[in-house]
C-alpha cells in the first residue's frame, strides 16, 4: 500500500496549448501533499497528470516522466486502466453514479472491473462506507439511490467508491469546494484518517484548509498571463506557510498577490 | 401664522403628493378578461360568418381568431397600457397558435374513432381478407396486424443495434473525417423519402432474383429509421455528463465497460423513448410494402417468405375498392394503427419513467 510519487520535467499540453511546464517534484507516502495556487495555474492539470485522466480530455497530453515506486507511468507498456485502479481520484463536484443505489455505487469499482468474489462484495461496501464515514448514515437504505443522498454525503459516498478499489494513492480535486463547512469538517477528518493507508493529493483553494490537513504543500503560479503554469516550490506545509523560500509564495499566501 | 410669527420660521408650502393611489398598482383587466375577449371574438366571428354567408366552418374559425387577437390588444391598449398590450398580443398569439395546431389534432382522432370504432371488434382484429370479397362486409385485419408486428418488429431488431452503436461511436470515439462524413450521411438519410428506400431495396431484390417477402419490407423501414435512432440516441449520449465517465474510467474501469455500464444505463430512458419514436414513424409507411411485400389477403406469419400485408397497406387497399364496407374496413384499419402506435408511445413513457435516473430519498 501507499507508493512515493516523483515526477521529473513533466509538462503536460492541451493540443498545442502548453498547460503547464516542466515540473518536478516528490510526493511522499503516507502523507498528504496539498496544491495551492491561483485559478488556471495547472493545479488540476497537474493532478489528473498523475493517474493519466489528462489525456482523456480531448487534445491532452504529457511530456516526462511520473514514477510510481520506480514505474514510470507514462512507459511504452503501461496501461492507463491499470495506472487508474491504482491511483484513484476524488473529484470537485460529488458525481455518484445516477443508475445505482449506494450500494451499486461504492461497488461500482469492484464489479465493473470484474475482480471481485461475491461473498467478499458487501464486506468490502461495509468497510469502505465506514472507511468514508458514511457507513452509519445509510446502512438502512443502502438499496436507495446515491443521488438521494446530500452534498456532503455524495461525496463521502465517492471516497467510499474510490477506495473501494483499494489504490495505492488518492487524488482530490478540490474535494470541499461544493461543501458547506461542517461536511468540509467531515471530510477533511477523514483525509487524516486515510493517509494512514494510502498517499493522499489534494488541490485546495481553501488555505486553511491546506494548512490543516497537509504535511506537504506545492504551491503553483503562473509565470505570466497566457504563460504555462509552473511549480514555485514544494515544502513542508508548517515551512511554506510560515516561512517560504519564494517571495510569491508568501504573498499568495498572505493575500499581497499581485 | 401666529406661531411662525412668535419663532421666526416660515412656513415652506410642502408639495402635495399626486392623486395616484401608490406609484406600484395600475388600473388593471380582471383575470376572467382572456376569456370573455375570446366569447365576444367567437360570437363576433360567428355572427359575421353567419351574416355573411361564407360556407365554410374553417373561415369563421380564422376571423374569430383575428378578432381575438385584436379585441385583446385593443382593449389592453386601453384599459391598461401598451406594454401589457403587448405582452397580452404576444400570449394571445401563441394561444390561437396552439388551438389552430391542435384542431386538426383532435379532428383526425375524433373522425377516426368515429368511423372506425363501427366495425372494430373482436372478429375484425382476429380473422384475416381471405375468402371475403372485397366489395361486401366482414373480414378482417389480423392478416395485416401480424405482417406489420412481424415487419416493423424485424426492422427494430436491425436498425436499433446499428444505430445504437453507430450513436455510440459518434459520441464517445468519433473523431476526424470519418465522424464528420458518418454524421453527414446520417443528416441526409433522415431526409430519404420512402419509396427511394423502398427502390434501393428493389433493385437488390432484382439483381439477387429474391422473392417479396416481409423481410424485404423490413430492410427498406431499417433504412428509414436507422437515421432517427442515430439522431436520438446521439442527443442522449451527449447529455449524459462527462463527470460520470470521469467518475468511472477515473475507478480503473475500461472505456467500454464505462459505456455499457455507465454512460448507456443513464441514457436508456432517452434511448428508448427515442427507438419507440422511430418505430411509430415507420409503422404508417406504405410505400416500400407496396413494392416490396407485396400485399396479400391471407395470413401469413412467415416474414421471411411468401408477400404479407400491413396496416397502411390493408388501408390503402380497401380504400382503393370502394365501396361501403371496404371503407368501414379502412377507418377501422387506421383506427388500430393510431392505437398501434399510441401504444408504443405509452410503453415508451413507462419505460422512460421506469429507468430514469432515480432522485428518491
Redesign the interface.
Known sequence: MAKRIDVSGLSAYYGSHLAIEDISMTVEPRSVTAFIGPSGCGKSTFLRTLNRMHEVTPGGRVEGKVLLDDENLYGANVDPVTVRRTVGMVFQRPNPFPTMSIFDNVAAGLKLNGSYKKNELSDIVEKSLRGANLWNEVKDRLNKPGSGLSGGQQQRLCIARAIAVEPEVLLMDEPCSALDPISTLAIEDLIGELKERFTIVIVTHNMQQAARVSDRTAFFNLAAVGKPGKLVEIDETERIFSNPSVQATEDYISGRFG | MSQAANTGIQKRPTPMAPTRKTSLSSRALPRWAPLAFAAVAIALGVGTGAAAGWHSHTQWGLFSALLFVVISYVTTTVVENQRQAKDRLATSIVWVCFLLAVVPLFSLIWTTVSRGAKILDGYFLTHSMAGVPGIEAGGGVYHALIGTLEQVGLATLISAPIGLLTAVYLVEYG?GALAKAVTFFVDVMTGIPSIVAGLFILSIMLMAQLQPSGLMGSLALSILMMPVVVRSTEEMLKLV?N????????????KW??IL??VI??A?GGITTGVMLAIARIAGETAPIMLLVFGSQLINTNPFQGAQSSLPFYIWEQYKIGSEPSYDRAWAAALVLIAFVMILNLVARGIARW?A?????
Open positions: 473523431k455528463p463527470e460520470l465517465r470521469e467518475a468511472s474510467l477515473a475507478l480503473g474501469i475500461p465497460r464505462t455500464k455507465v444505463p443513464t436508456i429507468k435516473p432515480k432522485t428518491g430519498r
